[in-house]
């Protein structure tokens, strides 16, 4: 296996998912990933350009980042891609009038948005707005239309929350396209313009920059298909014996191997050209035989 260095030569940009890798979310706004607020400082301290890729859709871009800089992380919302802005750019640039099957959360993000008359239909995580009436009142509206539009703010399968596993927009994306016959538009991570307007944003090439999250299909996925590399953490809703590969194997793209990261330090071992403490969630660790 290559040595850090050559796996990471070259490294101008480092894009950061949150949930899972900063923080867990959940009751009272969730906690921090132990050493994530320190091992992001060193981050930020080195030369490397930073920014966050999200597919958070129950929070505000602006509430998101007040959650966080209330937790002590250095963040501020012009580093942020997130789903809801972009979404709507969207729609206005394609004249689309969404019914919004939405979490109240990121409602005021659709504030100047028209509603009237929809014409296309936009999931988030709506969390307990999950209703068989909400969702028959989207599976309506999409079979009424001519040409359906589907818009899904990412396509994740599931997440963690302090109390465990939750189930993610993703699966409810599937259901209306079963039920409709369509395949939904997805803004947000895994889709490559997703990536490419972080990067743009960040101003550094797909080559050079390297993606770090805890979800194999949107993060480490996604960034490859992008001609990025990646780091898995193992925190959030990673889970060993690969059982959320989903035929992504790290490495498998291109030239460069994406390890795993473990909160567990490794003192004598090689380190990020950051160079994380040990006590960094995203220092690189000897993983089981069953992760990789």
Known sequence: MAAWSERLAGVRGVL??????????????????????????????????????????????????????????????????????????????????????????????????????????????????????????????????????????GKGRYYKETSGLMLDVGAYTKALEYACGIKAEVVGKPAPGYFQSALQEMGVESHEAIMIGDDIVGDVGGAQRCGMRALQVRTGKFRCRGRDRLGIEPGAEGAHPTPVCSPTSQPNGPGLPWTPSPASPWRPHGCCGDCI
């Open 16 to 153: 950061l998912d949150i949930s899972g890798v900063l923080h867990d979310s959940g009751e009272g706004g969730g906690v921090p990933i132990p050493g994530s607020v320190e091992a992001l400082a060193r981050l930020k301290r080195s030369q490397l350009k930073v920014r966050f890729c999200t597919n958070e859709s129950q929070k505000s871009r602006g509430d998101l980042v007040g959650l966080l800089r209330h937790m002590g992380f250095d963040i501020s919302e012009d580093e942020v891609t997130a789903p809801a802005p972009a979404t709507c750019l969207i729609l206005k640039e394609r004249g689309l009038r969404p019914h919004l099957l939405i979490h109240d959360g990121i409602r005021s993000e659709f504030a100047q948005i028209d509603t009237s008359n929809p014409n296309c239909v936009v999931i988030a995580d709506a969390g307990e707005s999950f209703s068989y009436q909400n969702m028959n009142k989207a599976f309506q509206v999409l079979m009424e239309l001519d040409n359906p539009v589907l818009i899904s703010l």
